[in-house]
Nanobody, 120 residues
């Protein structure tokens, strides 16, 4: 059974930083491409960063240069370091496993997500 548990969100001022974590179980984590998605109120969920099993990374243009995705295969955990946060980064953040270079999430379930609010 797949389980994804996101944590690390919170309220931060513009320009601040947060580090999100996602602990995964029920998958062969080391072989999986993992990604962080976000969903703002009234908007569709979208992929913001991905990391392949070999460590290569891709980012949405909106977060490039500010966010860094990483993984610890020994802990079955994927991280998202978010710096220089902007109000438009406010969203619920989720992890999943995007299919190849697409944004399609292959895992059949989502975690509860973690709320990130950027506001002064």
């Amino acid at each position: 059974q797949v389980r994804l548990v996101e944590s690390g969100g919170g309220l931060v001022q513009p320009g601040g930083s947060l580090r999100l974590s996602c602990a995964a179980s029920g998958i062969v984590f080391s072989a999986a491409t993992m990604g962080w998605y976000r969903q703002a109120p009234g908007k569709q969920r979208g992929l913001v960063a991905r990391i392949a099993s070999g460590g290569s990374t891709n980012y949405a243009d909106s977060v490039k240069g500010r966010f860094t995705i990483s993984r610890d295969n020994a802990k079955n955990t994927v991280y998202l370091q978010m710096n220089s946060l902007k109000p438009e980064d406010t969203a619920v953040y989720y992890c999943n496993a995007p299919l190849g270079l697409t944004a399609y999430p292959v895992l059949g379930s989502w975690g509860q997500g973690t709320q990130v609010t950027v506001s002064s």
